[in-house]
């Protein structure tokens, strides 16, 4: 079973337009992440939830809202798509802080987004 | 914020060497946890090894293993008798285990080939 999922794996569109990425994850985490992963693999925190709860925005431009409907899943949605948005955006799990402090996030296997 | 430095953006190994990966870390803190992961070109984030900063004893996975000097704030990766599925990007993360909101911290990755 799949413990952190994301889709698509591969979106591919025009700029000026507007898409959504998808997570869910099985594991019964109260916390998730977005991050993007640029073309010199930097990993960079967009966004993090506990529990349905924004607690990290990290100066990501207000054309990406991510929306957490249940504390499993985490979707991000961006409008009007730019070049510089092209990256890989991984989400990630993990259990919060009243939780197994010792244990990793958990990652999905990211979605490549390319920017036309 | 606590930062993560990888000061090798790229290293290599001969097969069936040994290579190791350097990380330093800044916090204040004196409870915390660090990890590596692994990036392959498949490009999934797979989680190699983890140690507790409590623990003075050095983390062993099979053939990768950590050498932890909590002073220096070093935290690096041995991999023993490389082999050609070693080859990925190796990210060393931090975990805070006070709650600030965002509680990892990835260092910039060191890319490594292994050379058969």
């Known amino acids: 079973d799949t413990a952190v999922s994301q889709t698509p794996k591969y979106l591919v569109t025009q700029m000026g337009n507007d898409k959504s990425i998808k997570c869910e994850q099985n594991l019964g985490h109260d916390t998730m992440y977005w991050y993007k992963q640029d073309s010199k693999k930097f990993l960079k925190i967009m966004f993090s939830y506990n529990n349905k709860e924004l607690i990290i925005n990290e100066t990501v431009p207000n054309r990406f809202s991510p929306k957490s409907p249940d504390k499993a899943h985490l979707n991000l949605h961006i409008n009007s798509l730019e070049l510089g948005d092209s990256a890989v955006y991984f989400c990630?799990?993990?259990?919060?802080?009243?939780?197994?402090?010792?244990?990793?996030?958990?990652f999905g296997d990211g979605t490549r987004l390319s920017i036309l | 914020a606590q930062t993560v430095t990888q000061s090798q953006p790229e290293m290599s190994v001969q097969e069936a060497e040994t290579v190791t990966l350097s990380c330093t870390y800044d916090t204040s803190e004196s409870d915390y946890y660090l990890f590596w992961y692994k990036q392959p070109p498949s490009r999934q984030m797979i989680l190699v090894i983890r140690?507790?900063?409590?623990?003075?004893q050095n983390a062993t996975e099979n053939r990768f293993s950590v050498n932890f000097q909590k002073a220096a704030k070093s935290f690096s990766l041995k991999i023993s008798d490389s082999q050609l599925g070693d080859a990925a990007m190796y990210f060393c993360?931090?975990?805070?285990?006070?709650?600030?909101?965002?509680?990892?911290?990835f260092g910039t990755g060191t890319s490594l080939t292994v050379i058969p």
């Open positions: 990630a799990s993990s259990q919060g802080p009243t939780g197994a402090p010792n244990q990793p996030q958990h």
């Open positions: 140690q507790e900063a409590y623990k003075q």
């Open positions: 993360a931090y975990r805070s285990a006070v709650y600030t909101g965002n509680q990892f911290y």
